[in-house]
């Protein structure tokens, strides 16, 4: 059975020291802001895109990657974690669809969420700083993202 896999971009996003993740009403989880990488998007693009879709925040990326003199090029954000994710695993074990996600960092300057038209509910999303992760039930990958976002910011931000 063939495996179907698309590209998609999450970004944790970073204000005074909490991420915002909200319950993902199919998945039944907590997850930062994210979705699939359209035909015409960078995966970069596709994140912030999604963030501004899903919390009506405007986020700055913290991208420390090093330019490259490309004559014909141009230096992309890297996400700070590339992930493969099991999407849809059959009774057999086979998985049918995967996710190749690309995790992003940035900080925004405001917690009022205030999604599009047609995105969750408001309520749906909540602020965790570092006890609140460390103490929490959330997934393991979630708390290690979260954890580092929040660290690359605040050293960001202690840097510049």
Known sequence: METTRHFTSTVYIVNDGAVALHRHERLGIRIPPGGH?????????????????????D??????????????GQTLPQPRQQMLYDINVHGDGSVGHQHIDHVFYARVDSRDIDPAAGEADPEVW????????????LDPDT????????EVVRDDETEN
């Open 126 to 137: 909540a602020w965790y700083d570092e006890s609140d992760l460390r103490e929490s039930d």
């Open 143 to 150: 708390v290690q993202f979260a954890l580092e976002a929040i």
């Open 37 to 57: 990488v359209d035909r015409d998007e960078l995966p970069h693009e596709a994140g912030l895109r999604e963030v501004r879709e899903e919390t009506g925040l």
């Open 59 to 72: 986020p700055e990326l913290v991208d420390d990657t090093d330019s490259v003199p490309a004559p014909a």
